[in-house]
């Protein structure tokens, strides 16, 4: 006999946004179900393959709520300083450097790296074990029914599903959000990211590197390390496609001394670890993103560019708002799939969603230009920048995950 399952919530999609947000309603006592058309990764003793998170401030407070960050299975490096340099190519270090220190804000770090398979395996590991969380994986969801009473799935070993809401954080090609017919606008930056970790002889100190370059920024970002000995970090590389697919060809040897020259004297011998991947870089974002009984969360509602290292944070806000939203109403006895549910989600994130989509993408056109006017305007702003205090406070919030608007605000 096939089972019935009736919760108030369901959440398609356990990649990052969506497994974190049912950890957080389920924690919250919010009967919920998550389902993905993957497998979960059977990730006990994940390879280290070189991909990590730059995790904000704001995003850590998401995941303790979520009970996933105290399961990380390794120390996040906390990044301590931002160091951003507007560099031309072949150049080693650029004169002109703005440097963001965690102690004129007065926190300890203004965010911290975080492995994926860390990630990965700590909400993996929480799923299956919070009361109330109903975790089907891999499964195939077939929505039989979306309408004002109520939202029903099928899924293919039987199940039928009934939920208040269904939230779709199906990442960027999100199904549910086409069936919806909710429109997107992306755009394609013709840049790839190709991202590896390093070992460098000399440490890392917690300093995050962004050396803007024309073909597109080239990021250093901090990692533990065995045993935290603060000599490995992950690269995010960006160049245009074409050239990126000549790196990404480099065999093991040239690859090195490539990443070599990028990286310039200071850190002694750079030596590549784990993997290298490569990820063609677009924007999306969606016009809606709500429907009837229907939420959009993380990449399925925005894509950006990872210039910032913002993406994923945008997601853990979404998956925050949307999970307070929810608790609330099923703690007042009122409907969590509501128009004015949807309303007031759609309110907190787009805007601030938006205007993060807005910010990388000029940062990535402003700086991925080599045109003498235009370097001059920007090394006038990363100078104005350095001698206004209250600009650079607004800086300095946004990398904690504050919205830049709100970071405007508290300046
Ligand atoms: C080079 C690069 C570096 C980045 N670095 C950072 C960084 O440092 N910090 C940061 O914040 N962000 C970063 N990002 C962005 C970040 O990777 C994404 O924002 C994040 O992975 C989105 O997570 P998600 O859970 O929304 O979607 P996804 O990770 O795409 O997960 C979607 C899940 O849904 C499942 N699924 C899909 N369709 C269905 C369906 N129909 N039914 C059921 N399940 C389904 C999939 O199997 C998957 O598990 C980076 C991105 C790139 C490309």
């Known amino acids: 006999m096939s089972a019935r399952l009736c919760v108030e919530v369901a959440v398609l999609g356990a990649g990052p946004v969506g497994a974190t947000l049912a950890c957080l309603l389920a924690e919250a006592g919010v009967p919920t179900a998550v389902i993905d058309h993957a497998a979960l990764p059977p990730m006990e003793r994940p390879e280290f393959d070189g991909r990590a998170y730059a995790i904000a401030r704001t995003s850590r407070e998401v995941l303790t709520g979520a009970g996933v960050w105290a399961r990380l299975g390794e120390a996040p490096c906390p990044i301590t300083r931002i160091r951003v340099s507007d560099g031309r190519p072949g150049e080693r270090a650029s004169p002109l450097t703005l440097t963001f220190d965690a102690a004129e804000a007065e926190v300890d770090a203004f965010g911290w790296m975080v492995e994926a398979r860390h990630l990965r395996v700590a909400l993996n590991a929480h799923l299956p074990h919070i009361p109330g969380l109903a975790v089907f994986a891999p499964a195939q969801a077939e929505i039989i029914r979306r309408d004002s009473t109520g939202v029903g799935l099928r899924l293919d070993d039987g199940t039928t599903l009934n939920a208040r809401l269904l939230v779709a954080a199906e990442g960027r090609a999100s199904a549910t959000r086409e069936r919806a017919a909710i429109p997107v606008t992306r755009w394609d930056y013709g840049q790839d990211a190709i991202v590896c970790a390093v070992r460098h002889d000399r440490p890392h100190e917690h300093v995050a590197i962004e050396h803007f370059l024309p073909s597109g920024p080239f990021a250093i970002l901090p990692l533990p390390g065995e045993g935290g000995d603060r000599r490995t970090s992950a690269v995010v590389w960006t160049e245009r496609r074409a050239e990126a697919e000549r ?86 006895g009122r409907d969590p799939g509501g128009p004015d549910l949807l309303a007031a989600y759609q309110a907190e994130r787009r805007p601030a969603n938006l205007l993060m989509l807005a910010v990388t993408d000029a940062l990535d056109r402003l700086f991925s230009t080599d045109v003498a006017p235009v370097r001059l305007i920007r090394d006038l702003g990363l100078a104005a920048v350095d001698r206004m205090p209250g600009l650079k406070r607004v800086f300095m919030r946004t990398a904690m995950g504050f919205s830049p608007l709100g970071a405007l605000r508290a300046a």
């Open 247 to 332: 790196v990404w060809q480099l065999d093991r040897d040239r690859f090195a001394r490539e990443l070599s020259r990028r990286f310039g004297d200071h850190w002694g011998r750079v030596t590549p670890v784990g993997l290298r991947w490569r990820y063609p870089l677009g924007a999306l974002f969606a016009h809606r993103y709500t429907d009837i009984r229907l939420a959009l969360v993380g990449d399925a509602a925005h894509g950006i560019h990872p210039i910032a290292g913002q993406g994923l944070n945008l997601g853990f806000r979404d998956a925050g708002a949307l999970a307070r939203l929810v608790t609330d109403a099923v703690r007042a």
